[in-house]
Every structure is written in structure tokens, then in C-alpha cells.
């Protein structure tokens, strides 16, 4: 299956929409390039909507941390919205919730970058809670 980025903007942030895997080769590479290209860019407030992403590897995951990495050293944010459940369990799992801040949807994600706007994070501890009731 194919990688696909389409980049849009809102009010001053830009939204990239990923669609499909996102995992070694050429989407690692691809998100990463468009990532720095932002940053050189001077665009450093950044929303990934994973929406359409069916699945990450490790690759993927470190190639979204440098993401982020590259988008804070340059005074930034990258922020995450609609993720599936599978990608909060690996978010959660590798203790990288506490690296990203993460969102139920667009608009909430979007708010956190202006202070003062009502905005809503994704609940971890309810997430992990209701994974323990599952699993029992």
C-alpha cells in the first residue's frame, strides 16, 4: 500500500492529512523531508491527522519523534489527532505519550496552539484504564 501526505493549512498551523502505512522506506523518508522542509520554511506549528494511517512500525514511530524533535529545536510543536486505537497502544507502550501531545480530533488539536481556546487532550489514563477492564 502506498504513503501519501497532503498538506493543508488553518488559521496559521499546518494540518498534514497521512494516508496509509507509515513505516521503513520511502514514508519514514518522505514524512521526515516534509518535516524539515516546514521547519526551513519557518512553518513549525504542525498537526499530523493520522486518520487514514492503518498501521506504524518502529520506523515510522522514531521517524515521527524526529519529527517532532526537528519542529521543537526550531521552536515548534508537532501535535497529533485521530489516532486508532492500535497507534495509541504503541503511543502508550513505548511511553512516547508522555512526548506527544495527542487529540481526539482536529479542532481540539488545532485550539492547543492558541491560548485561551476551550481544547480537550486525548485521556490516556481513561484509555489505559478501560484496556484493563478489557483485558480481564
Do not use: W, Y
Not at 495527542?102 to 478501560?130: C, T, W, Y
Request: aromatic share 6%.
Amino acid at each position: 500500500m502506498s504513503f501519501d501526505i497532503q498538506k493543508r493549512e488553518r488559521e496559521g498551523v499546518v494540518i498534514l492529512d497521512l494516508k496509509g502505512r507509515l513505516v521503513v522506506g520511502e514514508a519514514a523518508s518522505r514524512l521526515r523531508d516534509d518535516i524539515l522542509a516546514l521547519a526551513s520554511a519557518g512553518q513549525t506549528r504542525v498537526i499530523l491527522n493520522l486518520r487514514a494511517v492503518d498501521f506504524i512500525d518502529s520506523t515510522g514511530l522514531g521517524a515521527m519523534v524526529i519529527c517532532f524533535t526537528t519542529l521543537k529545536k526550531a521552536g515548534g510543536a508537532l501535535k497529533l489527532c485521530n489516532l486508532a486505537e492500535r497507534e495509541i497502544e504503541l503511543l502508550v507502550l513505548t511511553k512516547l505519550t508522555s512526548v506527544f501531545e495527542l487529540f481526539d480530533d482536529e479542532q481540539h488539536a488545532l485550539n492547543s496552539f492558541f491560548p485561551g481556546r476551550e481544547m480537550k487532550r486525548f485521556d490516556i489514563l481513561s484509555f489505559v484504564q478501560k484496556q484493563r477492564q478489557e483485558n480481564r
